[in-house]
């Protein structure tokens, strides 16, 4: 069984081997890292800069791995998950029925069913956030950044840059349901690809999200191809004694538990935190 919270190796942090301790720290690593990867390139305006993935994690020690590759769900059939989902969730729908496999699967993925994505957020301090959003820190945090077109080019796309649920190129991640039933959903491919969502849902629009969904590999961090000196995955580690000062630090910023996940429920949990003695 694959253990997605067991240490990651030191190769793949591509940094100084120092934790950050404000957000001001971790600007600069990711300022760093930009000139690092893309050292010549001079963008004429901010839509041509180096297009950056983040996602934030709050054990440093954790892998990379989507939901239904971790050990409490070993047993789980996606197939028999994505129809027990589509056909409760169709009574429960306010917005519109989505149209498509992949629309389904991503409003799985929003609701917590266990999917083949990694979500990530092009925003490096929603990533923060999300690395740092817990009341008892146990350990060091991290954030970890991927260059996704750099990705997808060793995957030998035809284009580059992210895929697009609607491509032919998407099918091979991600069957229709009646043939999930016939055929072995992760069989297609080994390695992740990256992923632009359709927004069916306004969370994905709030968070920047974007998404590498899986194959048979369960854990990125140690698919070989990411393991290299040239490797555009790097990890920077949230130094555990301020993770409180720093999420304190983007609260100041406007990004707290209702900006980031918008409805009654957090704005509720928002307040809580906000009046809560010390």
Request: proline letters at 8%.
């Amino acid at each position: 069984m694959v253990n997605w919270r067991r240490r990651v190796p030191a190769l793949l942090v591509g940094m100084p081997d120092r934790a950050v301790k404000t957000v001001s720290d971790l600007l600069e690593r990711v300022r760093n890292l930009r000139k690092l990867w893309r050292p010549d390139a001079q963008p004429k305006s901010r839509g041509e800069e180096l297009a950056l993935w983040f996602r934030g994690q709050r054990s440093a020690n954790w892998g990379l791995s989507p939901r239904i590759y971790r050990p409490e769900f070993a047993r789980a059939e996606e197939a028999e998950i994505f129809l027990e989902f589509q056909s409760k969730a169709l009574q429960l729908l306010q917005a519109r029925i989505p149209q498509s496999a992949y629309e389904w699967y991503f409003l799985m993925q929003h609701c917590r069913s266990p999917t083949r994505l990694l979500g990530w957020t092009d925003n490096p301090l929603l990533a923060l956030f999300f690395a740092v959003d817990e009341d008892r820190p146990r350990g060091d945090a991290a954030v970890w950044l991927l260059d996704p077109s750099w990705w997808n080019d060793k995957l030998e796309m035809p284009f580059s840059g992210p895929i697009l649920p609607e491509w032919k190129e998407a099918r091979f991640w991600l069957y229709e349901l009646e043939d999930a039933f016939s055929t072995n959903v992760q069989a297609a491919q080994p390695y992740p690809v990256a992923i632009d969502p359709p927004h069916v849902d306004r969370r994905l629009t709030v968070q920047g999200s974007h998404f590498l969904i899986f194959g048979t590999r369960k854990n990125f961090a140690r698919t070989k191809p990411v393991r290299g000196p040239k490797s555009r995955l790097a990890k920077i580690v949230v130094h555990r004694d301020a993770v409180l000062r720093i999420h304190q630090e983007l609260e100041r910023c406007g990004i707290n538990r209702f900006s980031v996940f918008p409805d009654m429920d957090n704005l509720g949990i928002e307040i809580s935190r906000k009046w809560r003695k010390f």
